[in-house]
């Protein structure tokens, strides 16, 4: 059995306005709140796709999506899903993974008061520089403050993500971290995510597998990447470029 654990955004699929103008052959993957198709698989993307359905793999996703943007992806998964950056496992019959889930909020209880601080500190700095600021929730617990501004302003998400990781050094806490892509920053538990709920489902439902491989295009991706096998990653992604940028030693 091989199985692929694959991030979704800008990795299987992403927007129109990360596309090349008059791209052709686009397949819809999901769908906006108005019910009109939102982002595309290229057609590299949609061969990719096609390929693992032939061949027999596994494909789970491994997301930030929560319930409600998972239910708008139009792609046909059928195996376990892994949303809330790790938080929430789905079963293939859709039902939430109760001994997951109750591993999560035994680990999310003690980081409340942690979290909200981390959100009342920056939240005066997140107005200023216009940034909108938001709190997720999973399985009625809050886990994660995602700060995102309306023009994608790089400086101004900077600006925000050393607020709150001079936050997290001033206080010690070092079960949470920050994330941070080209859309939005965000702070959220450091030992508890898509590595870990991963490394579950290879230990508790796919012991037997010959072949584990992760899609991904973020650094964020990273650590669930490593819990598999193989790694693929698409070119112009945050990985990608990080490493291009990157003046490494030839070794």
């Known amino acids: 059995m091989i199985v692929a654990f694959t991030d979704l955004d800008d990795t299987l699929f992403q927007t129109l306005r990360k596309l090349p103008p008059g791209m052709q052959g686009l397949t819809p993957a999901t769908l906006g709140r108005n019910g009109q198709p939102h982002s595309f698989c290229t057609p590299a993307q949609a ?3 096609a390929h693992f359905e032939a061949s027999g793999i596994t494909v789970i996703p491994v997301t930030g999506r929560d319930p409600a943007a998972m239910a708008r992806v139009t792609l046909p998964f059928t195996s376990w899903r892994v949303l809330d950056h790790g938080l929430t496992i789905l ?3 859709g039902q939430v993974d109760a001994e997951w889930r ?3 909020l035994e680990t999310l209880h003690p980081l409340q008061d942690a979290l909200e601080e981390c959100t009342v500190a920056v939240s005066e700095r997140a107005a200023a520089l216009g940034c909108r600021l938001s709190r997720h929730t999973a399985h009625d617990t809050p886990f994660m403050t995602v700060l995102k501004h309306p023009d994608a ?4 998400l900077e600006q925000v993500q050393l607020v709150l990781e001079a936050h997290l050094a001033t206080r010690g806490y ?3 971290h920050v994330i941070a892509n080209a859309n939005n920053v965000s702070v959220l538990p450091r030992h508890l995510g898509k590595a870990e709920a991963v490394r579950h489902l290879r230990e508790q439902h796919f012991p037997q597998a010959a072949l584990t491989l992760a899609l991904g295009d973020s650094l964020s991706d990273l650590a669930f990447m490593n819990a598999c096998d193989l790694a693929l990653t698409p070119p ?3 990985l990608l470029r990080t490493l291009t940028a990157a003046k490494l030693p030839q070794r």
Do not use: E, I, K, S
């Not at 302003?153 to 101004?156: E, K, L, M, S, W």
């Open 47 to 49: 061969a990719l796709l």
């Open 91 to 93: 079963r293939p019959d």
């Open 102 to 104: 109750d591993r999560v």
């Open 153 to 156: 302003d790089a400086g101004r």
């Open 174 to 176: 070092a079960d949470l």
């Open 236 to 238: 112009g992604g945050q």
